[in-house]
Nanobody, 115 residues
Framework: QVQLVESGGGLVQSGGSLRLSCVASGRTTTYWPMGWFRQAPGTEREFVASITWSGAITNYADSVKGRFTISRDNAKNTVYLQMNSLKPEDTAVYYC????????WGQGTQVTVSS
């Protein structure tokens, strides 16, 4: 079993920044491509960003490109999401999982951006 624990969310004004963390524990492997996803109220969970196991290749949803940066520290089994220039439409619960998600979802971390 792998447990995913997201943290770092909060309330921030438009234009502000937050850094999210996701720690994986249990039977983990550093070879997984990992991703961040988000779900706003009344919508389906959507892809935000992904990173290969080496960190060499990253991909972003068009809506966050140029504002968000995904990174990872394999020694710590941790994936990060640096979010800059936040907008109200970024308000959602943020989750991490494998890029092709098949792990049990964590509780997520709430990000609220006020205008």
């Amino acid at each position: 079993q792998v447990q995913l624990v997201e943290s770092g969310g909060g309330l921030v004004q438009s234009g502000g920044s937050l850094r999210l963390s996701c720690v994986a524990s249990g039977r983990t492997t550093t070879y997984w491509p990992m991703g961040w996803f988000r779900q706003a109220p009344g919508t389906e969970r959507e892809f935000v960003a992904s990173i290969t196991w080496s960190g060499a290749i990253t991909n972003y949803a068009d809506s966050v490109k140029g504002r968000f940066t995904i990174s990872r520290d394999n020694a710590k089994n941790t994936v990060y999401l640096q979010m800059n220039s936040l907008k109200p439409e970024d308000t959602a619960v943020y989750y991490c999982n494998k890029r092709e998600p098949d792990l049990l979802w964590g509780q997520g971390t709430q990000v609220t951006v006020s205008s």
